[in-house]
Protein backbone atom coordinates (compact mmCIF):
# COMPACT_ATOMS: atom_id res chain seq x y z
CA UNK A 1 0.00 0.00 0.00
CA UNK A 2 3.06 2.42 0.93
CA UNK A 3 4.38 1.50 -2.81
CA UNK A 4 1.13 2.15 -4.35
CA UNK A 5 1.19 5.83 -2.54
CA UNK A 6 4.52 6.35 -3.15
CA UNK A 7 4.03 6.00 -6.87
CA UNK A 8 0.89 7.25 -7.02
CA UNK A 9 2.43 10.95 -5.82
CA UNK A 10 4.86 11.44 -7.73
CA UNK A 11 2.95 10.78 -10.83
CA UNK A 12 -0.10 13.08 -9.71
CA UNK A 13 2.51 15.66 -10.04
CA UNK A 14 4.07 15.53 -13.01
CA UNK A 15 0.17 15.15 -15.14
CA UNK A 16 -0.96 18.31 -12.73
CA UNK A 17 2.38 20.06 -13.69
CA UNK A 18 2.21 19.43 -17.13
CA UNK A 19 -1.88 19.81 -18.21
CA UNK A 20 -3.46 23.30 -18.92
CA UNK A 21 -6.01 25.51 -18.30
CA UNK A 22 -8.21 26.90 -21.40
CA UNK A 23 -7.48 30.60 -21.68
CA UNK A 24 -10.16 33.07 -22.34
CA UNK A 25 -10.04 34.99 -25.89
CA UNK A 26 -10.94 38.61 -25.81
CA UNK A 27 -10.39 41.36 -28.37
CA UNK A 28 -9.89 44.66 -27.64
CA UNK A 29 -11.59 47.46 -29.54
CA UNK A 30 -10.77 50.88 -29.80
CA UNK A 31 -11.12 54.09 -31.49
CA UNK A 32 -8.72 52.87 -34.74
CA UNK A 33 -11.05 50.09 -34.84
CA UNK A 34 -13.84 52.30 -35.55
CA UNK A 35 -15.26 52.70 -31.93
CA UNK A 36 -16.29 56.27 -31.39
CA UNK A 37 -14.09 57.50 -27.97
CA UNK A 38 -11.58 55.57 -26.42
CA UNK A 39 -13.88 56.11 -23.17
CA UNK A 40 -16.77 53.75 -22.72
CA UNK A 41 -19.42 54.71 -20.45
CA UNK A 42 -22.28 52.22 -21.15
CA UNK A 43 -23.18 49.24 -23.40
CA UNK A 44 -26.26 47.52 -24.27
CA UNK A 45 -27.30 45.20 -26.51
CA UNK A 46 -30.76 44.76 -29.17
CA UNK A 47 -32.99 42.28 -30.35
CA UNK A 48 -30.98 41.84 -33.68
CA UNK A 49 -27.71 41.46 -31.70
CA UNK A 50 -25.92 44.63 -32.39
CA UNK A 51 -24.10 45.86 -29.68
CA UNK A 52 -24.49 49.88 -28.49
CA UNK A 53 -22.57 51.47 -26.90
CA UNK A 54 -22.18 55.07 -25.35
CA UNK A 55 -18.72 56.70 -25.34
CA UNK A 56 -17.32 60.17 -24.34
CA UNK A 57 -17.07 61.07 -28.60
CA UNK A 58 -20.70 59.75 -29.19
CA UNK A 59 -22.75 56.06 -29.82
CA UNK A 60 -21.57 53.60 -31.91
CA UNK A 61 -23.42 50.57 -33.08
CA UNK A 62 -21.41 47.45 -33.60
CA UNK A 63 -22.72 44.49 -35.76
CA UNK A 64 -19.86 42.15 -35.09
CA UNK A 65 -17.94 43.49 -37.92
CA UNK A 66 -17.89 47.13 -38.30
CA UNK A 67 -18.85 49.72 -35.93
CA UNK A 68 -21.42 52.89 -36.84
CA UNK A 69 -20.72 55.65 -35.09
CA UNK A 70 -23.54 58.57 -34.18
CA UNK A 71 -22.65 61.99 -33.34
CA UNK A 72 -23.78 65.49 -33.17
CA UNK A 73 -25.01 65.69 -36.87
CA UNK A 74 -27.38 62.66 -36.45
CA UNK A 75 -29.30 64.00 -33.70
CA UNK A 76 -27.72 63.22 -30.36
CA UNK A 77 -28.26 66.02 -27.87
CA UNK A 78 -24.97 65.72 -26.50
CA UNK A 79 -21.64 63.86 -27.68
CA UNK A 80 -21.28 62.05 -24.30
CA UNK A 81 -23.61 59.05 -23.63
CA UNK A 82 -23.82 57.79 -20.27
CA UNK A 83 -26.54 55.65 -20.29
CA UNK A 84 -28.16 53.66 -22.64
CA UNK A 85 -30.99 50.90 -22.37
CA UNK A 86 -32.51 48.57 -25.27
CA UNK A 87 -36.02 48.01 -24.52
CA UNK A 88 -39.09 45.67 -25.65
CA UNK A 89 -39.78 47.79 -28.40
CA UNK A 90 -36.83 47.73 -29.95
CA UNK A 91 -35.48 51.35 -28.98
CA UNK A 92 -32.67 52.35 -27.78
CA UNK A 93 -32.77 54.80 -24.93
CA UNK A 94 -29.60 57.04 -24.01
CA UNK A 95 -28.74 59.52 -21.04
CA UNK A 96 -26.56 62.27 -22.76
CA UNK A 97 -24.71 64.60 -20.45
CA UNK A 98 -26.56 67.08 -20.90
CA UNK A 99 -29.44 66.01 -19.19
CA UNK A 100 -31.57 65.58 -21.67
CA UNK A 101 -33.18 61.93 -23.26
CA UNK A 102 -33.62 60.23 -26.21
CA UNK A 103 -33.94 57.44 -28.16
CA UNK A 104 -32.93 55.40 -31.50
CA UNK A 105 -35.91 53.93 -33.51
CA UNK A 106 -36.36 53.23 -37.21
CA UNK A 107 -32.96 54.50 -38.58
CA UNK A 108 -33.40 57.82 -36.70
CA UNK A 109 -32.39 59.85 -33.45
CA UNK A 110 -35.62 61.41 -31.89
CA UNK A 111 -34.36 63.83 -29.28
CA UNK A 112 -35.89 66.44 -27.53
CA UNK A 113 -35.95 68.80 -30.97
CA UNK A 114 -37.95 66.59 -33.04
CA UNK A 115 -40.05 64.85 -30.80
CA UNK A 116 -42.96 66.54 -28.86
CA UNK A 117 -42.78 64.15 -25.82
CA UNK A 118 -39.44 64.72 -25.25
CA UNK A 119 -39.80 68.21 -25.73
CA UNK A 120 -41.80 68.15 -22.44
CA UNK A 121 -39.42 66.46 -20.24
CA UNK A 122 -37.18 68.63 -18.22
CA UNK A 123 -34.52 66.77 -16.24
CA UNK A 124 -32.72 68.34 -13.29
CA UNK A 125 -29.80 66.27 -13.52
CA UNK A 126 -28.17 63.29 -15.68
CA UNK A 127 -29.83 59.94 -16.07
CA UNK A 128 -28.23 57.46 -13.62
CA UNK A 129 -30.70 54.01 -14.99
CA UNK A 130 -33.19 52.95 -17.32
CA UNK A 131 -35.93 50.76 -16.78
CA UNK A 132 -39.12 48.97 -18.21
CA UNK A 133 -42.35 47.51 -16.54
CA UNK A 134 -44.88 45.28 -17.63
CA UNK A 135 -47.04 47.79 -19.79
CA UNK A 136 -43.39 48.32 -21.60
CA UNK A 137 -43.59 52.13 -19.93
CA UNK A 138 -40.32 53.58 -19.40
CA UNK A 139 -38.71 54.74 -15.62
CA UNK A 140 -36.07 57.01 -15.98
Known sequence: MKIQLLLTCPLML??????????????????KDGLAGSNVYCITQDKQGFLWIGTDAGLSRYDGTHFKNFTLEEGLPDIEVLQIFSDSRDRIWM???????????????????NDPVLAKIHLRSNIHAFAEDRQGNIMV
Open 95 to 113: GPFSKSICYYAQGKIHNQD
Open 14 to 31: ILSYSSYSQEYSYTHYDV
